[in-house]
């Protein structure tokens, strides 16, 4: 049985274009590291409900006087229920 020679997309090549906007995005854009600690702590809540990273982190940001809003924090971060 003679099949066509198979054309499958994932094998091309991704586009300059493409190439071009991810190096943007990772290496020139603003980073902010808030939605990646609400996911962590999300995460921690449900494999370890008893764990200490939630008062651990506030504490550390707390004492070393961290500007929240740089690390793209909203400014009534504290309010938010995952946050108490």
Do not use: C
């Not at 651990?56 to 707390?62: A, N, T």
């Amino acid at each position: 049985m003679n099949l066509p020679p198979r054309t499958d997309d994932k094998l091309k090549k991704p586009a300059l274009f493409n190439i071009k906007w991810a190096f943007f995005w990772v290496f020139l854009t603003p980073k902010r590291i808030y939605n990646t600690l609400v996911m962590m702590l999300y995460l921690m809540d449900k494999i370890s409900p008893d764990h200490h990273w939630r008062k651990r982190l506030i504490e550390r940001i707390d004492q070393h006087q961290i500007d929240t809003t740089r690390m793209g924090f909203p400014a009534d971060w504290k309010t938010k229920a995952i946050w108490r």
